[in-house]
DNA sequence: CCAAAAGTGTTCAATGTACACCCATGA
DNA sequence: TCATGGGTGTACATTGAACACTTTTGG
């Protein structure tokens, strides 16, 4: 709430950085663009770049999205997840980030849009481990973004955001297991998520693509919480 | 994370909001100012101002906070809430505002500080019912720091940040049950709390300030997580 | 004594957990 | 036929909900 001082405001660059996750070969994977410009030249970043004038921090997030993956109207999910402001995390000048939190299913190969010189899934263990080094300080948000990722499919129906349209309780399951990294009782998991009124909505097709039986297929229900919430082992 | 572009990036004002909540007379309460310059001059607003070159977004917050109240040491909880940049949401500039939820014993009455004309405690009901009219979307920003704290208490141990040092197990329900507008079972509430583990540390003492047979203290324990959750009755 | 708040015990229903078991397909 | 994943049934332990009851103060 800005109130007029004796000094000038000090001016601020604003810009909003995406952790795109998605779930691969059974690996919770982001989204990273290699950098064509120093700083940081040749190394992975998450995706972003500047607020433009007159433009909303979401209509931003989204925008960068939809240049980064190629991809206009993605069935995603797309949430503010927090700012990062450090004098210095840039070292060019005063920069705060928004970063935006956003769930996809498993997309087509990114086409690397605008200035960066490549774009690719990495699955976050790899970008979080001792190999990773992300530019300026995309470690720490890509991990607050995993960590979000992780608790908020506790008590929220986000996980069936990862699935593609249709999808089956199996795979719904594998989601979860990826996500957190553990086993699931697939029994007792097939009772809790179609016991879950209006989680779930059968489309009456099924499908075999998982082998064995044939599965019933589903789409997202109209239900945004999920009570009682799954309960993550303890792993 | 910005990269460099042909066109000049946009300058932004940034600030930082406080949601200052606690808990008063059985009612969740904010702190509010009284501007003392347009726009919204004379309107109640949240606490907040500009961050400085070279500050940090927290510190800011901080800062502010201590401006505020006229406190320095608070035993207090401060964590980002979100942030709020659309285009228009101040009439002077472009501001991008980052709100900080703080949630605070019932503290001493508020000391005016800075350049605001009037500072006091309001309970969150008459800001967001019809008669409040907060300045700029400061209601929104409030209304999201009440679903916050709201939300919070149920899987954490923040519960007793609305307490003095030290408390009863009583005057914690009366927290619960003042934020959340419900009444809960005392006896069940009482095991609950009691029976999870380093949640509360019994200091020795006894009270019999609100009456009735005297009751333990108690100071806040070292977990962080409540598990399983406190349920929040259907209300 | 009575009111008020603290604290304990107990019972019942709902839910999670573990696991035996059957089903329907492809190879 | 067998392996594989889908799906149902069931017994047991854990937890929450409701509430009777006792304890210890102040007035």
Not at 44 to 68: I, N, Q
Not at 199 to 209: A, D, K, N, W
Request: hydrophobic share 40%.
């Amino acid at each position: 709430m800005p109130r007029s001082e004796t000094s000038l405001f000090p001016p601020f660059g604003v810009t909003v950085d995406l952790v795109v996750l998605t779930v691969r070969e059974h690996a919770l994977s982001a989204l990273t663009i290699r950098r064509g410009e120093p700083p940081f030249q040749g190394a992975w970043a998450l995706p972003g770049g500047f607020v433009r004038e007159g433009e909303g921090l979401e209509a931003a997030a989204a925008r960068e999205l939809a240049e980064e993956t190629g991809l206009d109207r993605l069935p995603v999910h797309l949430e503010q997840l927090a700012t990062f402001g450090d004098p210095g995390r840039d070292p060019r000048m005063r920069v705060v980030s928004v970063a935006y939190l956003v769930l996809a299913p498993d997309l087509p190969a990114p086409r690397p849009g605008g200035d960066a010189a490549g774009a690719r899934w990495s699955s976050v263990g790899e970008l979080l481990g001792d190999g990773g080094r992300l530019a300026f300080d995309h470690a720490r948000i890509l991990e607050d973004g995993v960590e979000r990722a992780r608790s908020k499919i506790e008590y929220s129906s986000l996980a069936a955001a990862f699935c593609p349209e249709e999808f089956t309780v199996g795979e719904l399951r594998r989601v979860y297991e990826s996500v957190w990294g553990v086993a699931l009782d697939p029994r007792n998991f097939h009772r809790k998520v179609t016991g879950t009124p209006d989680f779930l909505v059968p489309t009456g097709g099924t499908t075999t693509r998982q082998g064995g039986r044939p599965a019933q297929l589903f789409r997202r229900g109209s239900a945004e919480k999920l009570n009682p919430p799954m309960l993550r082992p303890e792993a």
